[in-house]
C-alpha cells in the first residue's frame, strides 16, 4: 500500500478551523484517500474520503492538491468533541482485498 | 438503523482458555474486517470476511486466532489458549461492499484482558 505521512500532533483553540495535512507522494491513479478519526476508548469513525476533487459533508471539507501528492483535512470550527486521532489512508485496489491500513495518524488536541 | 454491534464490550480470561468475540455488521452490509489494537498502539488489520468466505487473513497470526463469517448470524473471531500478549481491543468494521470509496463502519470493540 502506498504510504502516508501526518505530523504526530497537532493543536487547536475551540472555535478555530483546523487544517490537519497528509502526505502521500506515491499515490497511485486508483488510490481513494480516506480520512478516519478515533475518539478515546471508540472504534475508529469515517470522516470523508475523495478521489481527485475536493469533497465537503457535514463534518469536514477535503482538499486534494492538484497532483494529489497530498490532501488536508479541514474542520471548520474545531469542538472539544474533536479532540481524536486522524488518519489519513489511501485505499487502492490490491486485487481480492481492499482493507484500510491505519499508519499513526495525528493527535488532534482541542483546547478552550 | 443500528450501527456495528460488538460483544462482549469487555472480556476477561485466564491464560489458556479461549476467547471468542461477536461481531453484527450493519443491515444489508456483508462483508467484515476485524483489526486489533495494542495498548498505545495502532490498528492492526486481521482479516476480510464475506459471507462464509475469507477473503484476506495476512494479518492474522498463524496460530489459536480464526475467524468466520457463516451465512447466518454474526462474524466470530476465536482465540484459543489466550496468553498475555493478547490483551488488546479488537475492532470489527462492515461495509456493503468493496468498492474503494465504500467507507468502513466500525463498532466500539471488545477489549480483551489476559490475566
Known amino acids: 500500500d502506498a504510504k502516508t505521512t501526518q505530523p504526530n500532533s497537532m493543536e487547536s483553540n475551540e472555535e478555530e478551523p483546523v487544517h490537519l495535512p497528509c502526505n502521500h507522494s506515491?499515490?497511485?491513479?486508483?488510490?481513494?484517500i480516506h480520512w478516519y478519526r478515533q475518539l478515546p476508548s471508540q472504534g475508529p469513525e469515517y470522516v470523508i474520503h475523495g478521489l481527485t476533487s475536493n469533497v465537503n459533508n457535514r463534518m469536514a471539507s477535503l482538499a486534494i492538491a492538484e497532483d494529489r501528492k497530498s490532501s488536508t483535512l479541514i474542520l471548520h470550527r474545531a469542538t472539544l468533541r474533536d479532540a481524536a486521532v486522524y488518519y489519513c489512508?489511501?485505499?487502492?485496489?490490491?486485487?481480492?482485498?481492499?482493507?484500510?491500513?491505519f499508519g499513526t495518524g495525528t493527535r488532534l488536541q482541542v483546547t478552550l | 438503523n443500528a450501527g456495528v454491534m460488538q460483544n462482549p464490550r469487555h472480556l476477561v480470561r485466564r491464560r489458556g482458555q479461549e476467547a471468542r468475540l461477536r461481531c453484527s455488521p450493519m443491515k444489508g452490509h456483508s462483508h467484515v474486517y476485524w483489526y486489533r489494537q495494542l495498548p498505545e498502539e495502532g490498528l492492526k488489520f486481521m482479516v476480510y470476511l464475506q459471507k462464509e468466505n475469507i477473503i484476506d487473513e495476512s494479518g492474522m497470526p498463524k496460530e489459536r486466532f480464526s475467524a468466520e463469517f457463516p451465512k447466518e448470524g454474526p462474524s466470530i473471531l476465536r482465540i484459543q489458549q489466550v496468553v498475555r500478549g493478547d490483551s488488546a481491543a479488537y475492532f470489527c468494521?462492515?461495509?456493503?461492499?468493496?468498492?474503494?470509496?465504500?467507507?468502513?463502519?466500525f463498532g466500539n470493540g471488545t477489549r480483551l484482558t489476559v490475566t
Open positions: 489512508i489511501l485505499r487502492g485496489d490490491t486485487g481480492t482485498a481492499s482493507k484500510l491500513t
Open positions: 506515491t499515490i497511485s491513479g486508483t488510490d481513494y
Open positions: 468494521a462492515s461495509s456493503p461492499g468493496q468498492g474503494l470509496g465504500s467507507p468502513l463502519h
